[in-house]
């Protein structure tokens, strides 16, 4: 009686720690991925420069993005951007509805899918081995991200 006792608290035991606890995300739109494909430190080169940018397609008409000492250059697709580093310059980035092609902004756009830079001066704010780039809403009011990386 005793051996089949242990036996079974034995055989529960093992089943308990074998069990995983699944944990549901539920899908946002108003996500924000943002990070480094190819290393993950804050610190990038020539070589490191591959960022994936996703915003929810409620976010996406929304936010600004604003790069101290840098810009962001589309590659393949809507969500692959390489840094490029350019010290001394501040540039603006947001997505517009490709049917509006004027200069104005709209946030209620909701097919915002053309990426557009803009020059936004020079930067006297950071030391130029700094790239500081920050997601914020379109108003300015909310900063989403804010990172920073050195430039080797």
């Known amino acids: 009686m005793r051996l089949t006792t ?6 529960y035991f093992i089943t308990a720690q074998e069990s995983y606890e699944k944990i549901k995300i539920k899908k946002s739109d108003y996500s924000i991925y943002f990070f480094n494909t190819t290393t993950t430190s804050y610190s990038i080169n020539a070589s490191s420069n591959v960022f994936y ?3 929810g397609s409620s976010r996406k008409c929304k936010t600004l993005i604003e ?6 250059k589309a590659l393949s697709g809507d969500s692959l951007y390489k840094l490029a580093y350019l010290p001394g310059m501040n540039y603006r980035h947001y997505y517009i509805n490709p049917t509006e092609l004027n200069d104005n902004i709209s946030p209620s756009d909701k097919n915002c899918s053309l990426f557009k830079t803009e020059v936004n001066g020079a930067n006297t704010a950071m030391p130029d081995s700094v790239i500081q780039i920050k997601l914020l809403n379109l108003n300015g009011d909310t900063i989403h991200l804010v990172n920073k990386y050195y430039y080797r």
């Open 53 to 55: 940018l996703r915003l």
């Open 6 to 11: 242990i036996l079974l608290f034995i055989s």
């Open 67 to 72: 790069i101290n000492n840098g810009q962001l």
